[in-house]
């Protein structure tokens, strides 16, 4: 499943999404290629760490993430969300974008395998290095993009004065709610707001 609920102007491109479902699977079957230096293997047995790599499901994409961090791992929905914003702006993004996906699926393998075996990791420790790792990718913690400040949009909505005044206001959606229940009213005349459904975003 691919989560691309965006205002149309910040979705990623349809080739970038085509890309990114390429790379996700390559990573996703890279995890029946893991070799015997696992460290699993060891402790566990080749088979029953085989079977729990087997039984990992391909992760769901989603392209909704903001701000400075290029990538996250959703680990209970099995989701991996990607700042396609911030990666577009780096010279060699396909590299980047695959590399965070690595970074992001071996969070949620790593995730699934210490459940499955009642192991203890911690978020960025050895274990989780040793699947980036065995997955053919570099353990690296942090992207080396620079960051541009994005300003956060914010819904309002447009209201108005139902009296003769006709004044007219600027809604937040909390205001929005209030005025549906009549708990807000204008402040010059004391009539009823008169509220559009229709919201539009300010920066």
């Known amino acids: 499943m691919i989560n691309i609920f965006l205002p149309i102007k910040d979705r990623p491109a349809p080739k970038t999404i085509d890309e990114t479902v390429k790379n996700l699977k390559k990573i996703h079957k890279s995890r029946k ?3 015997k230096k696992f460290s699993l293997y060891k402790s ?6 085989d079977k729990a790599l087997l039984s990992f499901k391909k992760p769901d994409l989603s392209f909704k993430l903001r701000g400075r961090v290029a990538g996250k791992a959703h680990l209970h ?3 991996i969300s990607l700042n396609c914003q911030l990666i577009n702006t780096h010279k060699h993004k396909l590299e980047i974008q695959t590399e965070t996906l690595a970074h992001e699926y071996a969070h949620l393998l790593a995730f699934h395998l210490s ?8 978020t960025h420790g050895s274990f989780w290095k040793e699947i980036v790792t065995l997955l053919g990718f570099t353990p690296s913690i942090y992207h080396s993009m620079k960051v541009i400040s994005y300003r956060r949009r914010k819904k309002r909505y447009k209201a108005k004065c139902k009296c003769k005044h006709d004044n007219k206001f600027t809604l937040t959606p909390g205001e929005y709610n209030k005025v549906q229940r009549d708990l ?7 009539c009823r707001l008169k509220a559009n459904p229709k919201f539009f975003w300010i920066t």
């Open 33 to 35: 290629k893991i070799n």
């Open 44 to 49: 566990f047995g080749r088979k029953s760490v």
């Open 77 to 79: 929905s099995n989701l």
């Open 115 to 122: 459940n499955n075996f009642h192991i203890k990791i911690t």
């Open 184 to 190: 807000i009213w204008c402040n010059s005349c004391n």
